[in-house]
């Protein structure tokens, strides 16, 4: 299930390319859907610059992850 994904799932997760499904603001928690190895995981996703608002929908980069929350950047426009 989508709530049983491990830390170490999490991590091999980082470097993937994902989609918003819930918009996030700074200082604001959203919500980033990445499809890896098959599965889907959905997870909190901060901005890893906490000025940035990035809109649902939006493709973005997982950074790295901190205490189970994705942090996340803009996915260049050629990474689809």
Do not use: W
């Not at 830390?7 to 470097?15: A, C, H, K, P, R």
């Not at 000025?51 to 950047?73: K, Y």
């Amino acid at each position: 299930s989508l709530h049983s994904s491990t830390n170490f799932q999490q991590e091999s997760l980082i470097g993937s390319v994902g989609k918003l499904t819930l918009a996030l603001g700074p200082g604001q928690l959203g919500e980033v859907l990445v499809t890896a190895n098959g599965s889907r995981y959905n997870a909190p996703a901060r901005a890893k610059d906490p000025t940035l608002s990035l809109a649902g929908s939006s493709q973005v980069m997982i950074c790295d992850q901190v205490n189970g929350i994705f942090l996340v950047e803009p996915a260049q426009e050629e990474i689809f």
